[in-house]
């Protein structure tokens, strides 16, 4: 059971830290924060993550290349230029690898307006760091499993961050439903987004890039959603008039 517990609580904490810090922060900036809750949500995307963590820049602007190039073939994941999940996945590392390191420079559009933190972004990408979350993973395993097949868990901690990723891009541009003609492949996965937090609402984000509520049909669920609201209620946080979301949807796409 501890297992299990351990399991459900890394995926959802690090997918919470993807979809609202990464994404709708990040790369969008759907909403504002003091510095001081954009360095604790920092710091708490390092530690969601472990091993898997991703750079807010490098995140920001591959993200944001996404909805510019979408399903064509400079979008950096997309699955219909890649034969399965891993190559694209694999794809998509490359890209974040030359973005993260400076070995590219990217376009003017995509860059800027989002957090960085230097001292976090360098542990965080190194073998030291992603060696000691790992180890951190076995041990609990080894303390807490009770069975031999738990361990086959073991590479989706390791991994947590792309993972996720890799579901949404994969999935979100081939399978479900569409509410708008995007001039792309993006689709709406699921009604009740509990796997991915909203982030399989692709047909929805892609029409509507910084609408916060992915959910646009009124059976269309976005668990984040939520969230996001009480944080902006409990003034953590500041949701943007809608005009100016509309604006800065049209230069990030």
């Known amino acids: 059971m501890a297992i299990l517990i351990f399991f459900v609580v890394h995926w959802y904490l690090s997918l919470f830290v993807q979809t ?3 994404h709708r922060y990040s790369a969008h900036k759907m909403f504002t924060m003091a510095p001081f809750w954009e360095k604790a949500f920092y710091l708490l995307t390092y530690i969601a993550q472990g091993s898997s963590f991703l750079s807010p820049r490098a995140y920001a602007i591959l993200h944001r290349m996404h909805h510019a190039f979408s399903d064509t073939e400079q979008d950096p994941h997309s699955p219909h230029f890649s034969n399965n999940a891993f190559t694209m996945m694999w794809k998509t590392k490359e890209i974040y690898n030359n973005v993260l390191n400076n070995r590219v420079e990217p376009e ?4 800027g307006d989002y957090p960085v933190w230097g001292f976090v972004d360098k542990i965080g990408d190194t073998w030291y760091s992603r060696i000691f979350w790992g180890t951190f993973y076995v ?13 086959l868990l073991l590479p989706i901690h390791f991994l947590m961050g792309p993972v996720h990723g890799a579901i949404v891009n994969w999935s ?3 399978y479900g439903y569409q509410n708008f003609d995007n001039n792309d492949k993006s689709r709406n996965s699921l009604f009740f987004d509990f796997l991915t937090g909203g982030e399989l609402f692709q047909n929805n984000h892609h029409k509507l890039p910084n609408r916060v509520n992915f959910g646009v049909k009124w059976w269309e669920v976005d668990p984040t959603w939520p969230v996001i609201w009480t944080l902006n209620k409990l003034n953590i946080i500041k949701l943007k008039p809608v005009k100016e979301t509309s604006k800065k949807s049209k230069a990030a796409a």
Not at 108 to 111: E, I, K, Q
Not at 139 to 151: E, R, S
């Open 139 to 151: 041990l609990f395993y080894i303390n807490f499993a009770t069975q031999w097949w738990m361990y």
């Open 172 to 174: 979100g541009h081939k």
């Open 108 to 111: 003017r559009r995509f860059d």
């Open 20 to 22: 609202f810090y990464l």
